[in-house]
């Protein structure tokens, strides 16, 4: 076990994938003599070059666009979107096309393309810097949405990523990447269709992703010192969703809270949450929690930006709601 | 008025082949319109009629290594570039023996093999993949070119003036090809455009530019013929406005509300096809049975086409999730999602 930041992780997943695969490049804002808006590609324009390590200009639209232009002519892009606030400017190019050339071309064309971008609120970065939009990306036929919330996922998920031969959105939580944890090198996850238990419980499913992990993590031990044990499951792969190990904890702990930065109405919460309504209804011995953000453009001053955010006490009162006996 | 020339400047068979292949575009294209009113071919058709001459022209030039990216004007390029008449037929009749299994329709004619990348339908938003699929020639050391076609409504968008940039400051090998109609759906040039000179606006780039007569299939491919050398020798992009006009409606679905009958008129007398014709006949290049014998070759392909798409079967309702994701191997999650 080694430690290291989930920005390393990052780093280190991108160096291997460039030294893997001459096919592999980095393209995106400030990737290279910048070193990343987030650090994430500092170095890899001196050990990889210019043609590896482009520096784009800010057109979110085309850059993707070539990155898929790129894909059909047989390279494995990996475009960073400083943050998917700017993503929607590529919207267009990911909806329209990353998702619909196989369908559209009748199985002629694949697009191996992997899209990161960084997401989430929590800097007091206000309303146009702080968007959660994975639950929309995740509502595309035709592209994969993963959300790497370990140190472990964030250095190889990646990898995994490349070897998809369909388009691959990959969000990396903002806040995440200043943050130390253990890498298990001897033990790579295997595989993008799984979701990981992280903590074991008998009482209650929490039901989470990316930034949202770690306040689960620390709900769940408040809620253990009162006598309450949750599983914690994280999605890592957010469409298509692993809904089989979601049921198989349900029917366990009968009891199911979905935490989700993003807003509540239309979201991935609420597709989880019909989703165990229609196939795990029977299990279920309360109505489905939430704890999502609060439906306001995020505020600037931080006590705001916290009190519309999920946050350990929301989840441990949620939780509470769902345990409490119904008659 | 035709040049008049010493000595023609082509070949008979030249001349019968450009004539041939215009000649192909408007019949077939014909018969797409009269299909559509017998319900065989549904969504939106937007017939190319009256612009043949550019893709006739300029298609040609390239080599079967290039890559074409179109619009969803591609009935005619899609047929220069090879693509047999009975799978573009098909496609538009929804059938699984279509040019893209049915899936696509009139707007999404793709082939892989031709390096036919579409049929895009969202104006302009095919210029960036033109500019990655040469970027990947580029950084594979291939000397291809990419032709990216686009009307004058694209250039009013954020994408043609990104995908000009980013292929000039990275010297990327795209041809963009501008068809000027005149027309985003029913906005007229003067009514979009701040600056109608479209070639004019390659200067902000630095990339080399022209525009052509777009009605002359000769100037076409002799512009064609310039700027595709530019591009595969200097590895640079090159914008090429061909200024023509669409005698039809934008869609099956336009009542024509913007322009008058008298300029469609003015239009049609420049029509390429006549105008093409009527230069051979002046160089002694067109026999009156060559005229005769080219239409009843296009009948046939046409009837031909016809025949393949009515015979075509219909994709089970069991393969609706085809082609979503790549089929997996063994797992389950994401096979069809």
């Known amino acids: 076990m080694t430690k290291l930041t989930y920005r390393e992780a990052v780093r280190a997943a991108l160096r291997e994938a460039l030294q893997a695969d001459p096919r592999v490049f980095l393209m995106g804002e400030d990737v290279g003599r910048y070193g990343g808006a987030y650090a994430c590609s500092k170095g890899l324009l001196e050990e990889f070059g210019p043609e590896r390590i482009r520096d784009t200009p800010l057109s979110e639209s085309t850059f993707v666009g070539a990155g898929i232009g790129a894909a059909l002519g047989g390279l494995r892009p990996i475009v960073e979107v400083m943050t998917v606030n700017f993503s929607l400017l590529a919207l267009d190019q990911i909806v329209n096309n990353a998702a619909t050339l196989r369908h559209m071309s009748g199985g002629q064309l694949s697009v191996p393309l992997v899209v990161r971008m960084a997401t989430g609120a929590g800097r007091q970065l206000a309303a146009q810097h702080s968007h959660s939009l994975e639950g929309w990306y995740a509502h595309i036929p035709g592209i994969r949405v993963l959300a790497p919330a370990t140190v472990t996922d964030a250095r190889f998920m990646l990898g995994l990523a490349l070897r998809e031969p369909d388009p691959v959105i990959l969000f990396e939580h903002a806040m995440l990447y200043p943050l130390e944890g253990e890498l298990d090198e001897t033990a790579p996850p295997l595989d993008l269709d799984h979701a990981a238990i992280r903590r074991n419980g008998r009482d209650v499913t929490l039901i989470t992703y990316g930034g949202s992990l770690g306040k689960c993590l620390v709900a769940a031990e408040q809620l253990a010192a009162a006598g309450i044990e949750a599983d914690v499951i994280d999605l890592r792969t957010l469409r298509p969703l692993d809904l089989p190990t979601i049921l198989q904890s349900v029917a366990k702990t009968h009891r199911a809270v979905v935490v989700d930065e993003g807003w509540r109405t239309g979201s991935l919460s609420a597709e989880i949450s019909a989703r165990l309504m229609e196939e795990a209804f029977y299990d279920l011995d309360a109505p489905v929690g939430r704890v999502c953000s609060e439906e306001v453009p995020m505020p600037y001053p931080k006590h705001l930006e916290d009190a519309a955010l999920p946050q350990p006490e929301k989840i441990v009162a949620a939780v509470q709601q769902v345990v409490a006996p119904h008659d | ?337």
């Not at chain 2, 065989?40 to 080599?63: D, M, N, Q, S």
């Not at chain 2, 005619?76 to 570039?81: F, I, N």
């Not at chain 2, 590895?235 to 322009?259: G, I, K, N, Q, V």
Request: hydrophobic fraction near 45%; glycine fraction near 8%; aromatic fraction near 8%.
């Open chain 2, 1 to 337: 008025m035709p040049t008049v020339l010493a000595s023609p400047p082509l070949t008979r068979d030249r001349a019968r082949e450009l004539l041939f292949e215009m000649l192909r575009i408007r019949r077939f294209e014909e018969k797409c319109a009269e299909l559509y009113s017998a319900g065989k071919i549904r969504g939106f058709l937007h017939l190319y009629i009256g612009e043949e001459a550019v893709a006739v022209g300029a298609l040609p030039v390239l080599t079967l290594d290039d890559a074409v990216v179109a619009t969803y004007r591609e009935h005619g390029h899609a047929l220069v570039r090879g693509l047999p008449a009975g799978e573009i037929m098909a496609e538009m009749f929804g059938k699984a023996n279509g040019c893209s299994r049915g899936r696509g329709g009139s707007m999404h004619l793709f082939d892989a093999r031709r390096r036919f990348y579409g049929g895009s339908a969202i104006v302009a938003g095919h210029l960036p993949l033109a500019v990655g699929l040469a970027l990947a020639d580029k950084l594979q050391h291939r000397p291809r070119v990419t032709t990216c076609l686009f009307g004058d409504g694209a250039v009013a968008e954020g994408e043609f003036h990104e995908s000009m940039n980013l292929a000039a400051l990275w010297k990327l090998p795209v041809l963009f090809l501008c068809e000027n109609n005149r027309y985003a759906m029913g906005t007229a040039l003067e009514r979009h455009q701040a600056q109608p000179d479209i070639q004019a606006k390659a200067a902000g780039y630095g990339v080399a530019s022209a525009a052509v007569d777009g009605m002359d299939v000769l100037a076409v491919a002799e512009a064609a013929r310039i700027a595709v050398d530019h591009v595969r020798t200097t590895s640079a992009p090159y914008l090429l406005e061909a200024r023509t006009y669409r005698f039809r409606a934008h869609s099956m679905y336009d009542a024509e509300l913007y322009r008058t009958k008298d300029e469609v008129e003015q239009w049609r007398q420049r029509d390429p096809i006549p105008l093409f014709v009527g230069k051979l006949r002046e160089w002694g290049l067109l026999a009156e049975t060559d005229l005769a014998a080219s239409e009843q070759r296009v009948a046939a392909e046409v009837a031909a086409a016809v025949q393949f798409a009515e015979a075509g079967p219909w994709e089970p309702v069991e393969h609706l999730a085809r082609d979503v994701c790549t089929p997996r191997s063994t797992g389950e999650p994401g096979a069809a999602s």
